[in-house]
């Protein structure tokens, strides 16, 4: 089976753009526009690491996270938080919340390839 990545953004350019770059890394990248499509792909399949924007249309990406790891098969991978917007309480809130990391767009893609490969090895 391969490695299987859930990238979970509202904005396709930005989905289209995460999967481009990583699919350069020979896995296997599965997307979805909103938090109800994020835990129905996620409950479906084996993740192996998920990228969750803050800003989606029907919930925000912290109550998202919590839901994600309410999934047994989830409970335990990487979920890192990614978000254009720039409030300083967002990172301490991922992180209390149990996300394995944070950034914010636009970001490099050397960065989020790196990120990928460490979680690979």
Do not use: C, W
Request: aromatic letters at 8%; zero cysteines.
């Amino acid at each position: 089976m391969s490695y299987q990545i859930l990238v979970i953004d509202d904005e396709s350019i930005t989905r289209r753009l995460v999967s481009h770059i990583l699919k350069q890394l020979n896995v296997s990248v599965l997307t979805a526009e909103d938090g109800a499509e994020a835990l129905q792909v996620a409950d479906q399949n084996t993740i192996h690491l998920a990228f969750v924007d803050i800003n989606l249309p029907d919930m925000d990406g912290f109550t998202l996270l919590q839901k994600l790891k309410e999934i047994p098969h989830l409970e335990d991978i990487p979920m890192y938080i990614f978000t254009a917007r720039n409030s300083p309480d967002d990172r301490d809130v991922a992180l209390e919340l149990g996300a394995a990391g944070f950034f914010y767009k636009p970001f490099s893609t050397q960065e989020l390839r790196d990120l990928v490969t460490q979680h690979m090895d």
